[in-house]
């Protein structure tokens, strides 16, 4: 697990850099069947993933990569679930707010999970036996730099959870739902605070211990969540259906996520 852990670091990395390349110039957003946005740096960053693990032996699902039926996934015991650009509206936008999400799933759970943020290098990363940790990687590292900075991961939580109630909400993506989930937790607890963050870092933020909750009640796939999933899951918080109070699963029929809530036990 260390070694794939490593490998999923520095695919991240990579990942990260080929994004920044299209992020420093001009570039065109195409718009995907679902009416979502495409650039050709989810293009790259896909592509800098998918050769970084092939020889690994594992089947990669991806969000940019060739959608597959249930029937050709549904055996798959341990993969790799991959978003080669999380938050693509907020790479449009260019605030930064943007991530590299790159997860190991078995049997329908996420075991391991990298969350890379390129224009930070900050790196988010957890597996079941290790836990969570987060580091600041320099640009441009080399890889002795980048294994010397990680022998000073800080553990996750980093942060005490401290008053007020703090919630976390999407930066684009909010609704009169979540709204109303607020509403009732200003009922238990009084102050609450809200902090807006876009792609994965939501549940990063969780997981530092920067917020004790972020619901999200609205839409999402599979390969939005899995790898903050794992950094939230890791670092002692649960990522639950708001429905039904079950454990998010992985490898469904259908890649929709159904609403959820991510929140610190």
Known sequence: MEE???KAIYASIEAGKAILNIYSQDFSVETKSDNS???QAD?????????ALKDLGLPILSEEGKLLSFEERKNWE??????????TK???????????????????????????????????????????????????ATASEIDSQLNHSEKLPAANNTVPYTVVASRSHNT??????????????GDVEIISAGSSLKLCLVAEGKAQVY???????????AAGHAVAK???????????NEDLVYNKENLLNPWFVVERN
């Not at 999200?216 to 599979?222: D, G, H, N, Y």
Request: charged share 25%.
């Open 4 to 6: 794939l852990l490593k």
């Open 37 to 39: 946005p495409l650039t």
């Open 43 to 51: 293009k790259n960053a896909h592509l800098v993933i998918k050769d």
């Open 78 to 87: 341990t993969f790799w679930l991959i978003d080669p650009l999380d938050g």
């Open 90 to 140: 907020e790479f449009i936008k260019k605030n930064g707010e943007f991530t590299v999400n790159i997860a190991m799933i078995q049997k329908g759970v996420p075991v391991l999970g990298v969350v890379y943020v390129p224009v930070t290098g900050m790196l988010y990363y957890g597996t079941e036996k290790e836990g969570s940790f987060q580091v600041k990687l320099p640009q441009n």
């Open 176 to 189: 009169p739902e979540t709204d109303a989930f607020i509403d009732d937790r200003k009922k238990i607890y």
């Open 215 to 225: 619901p999200r009640l609205a839409p999402t796939m599979e390969w939005d969540t």
């Open 234 to 244: 890791f670092s002692g918080c649960r990522v639950y259906d708001y429905k039904t």
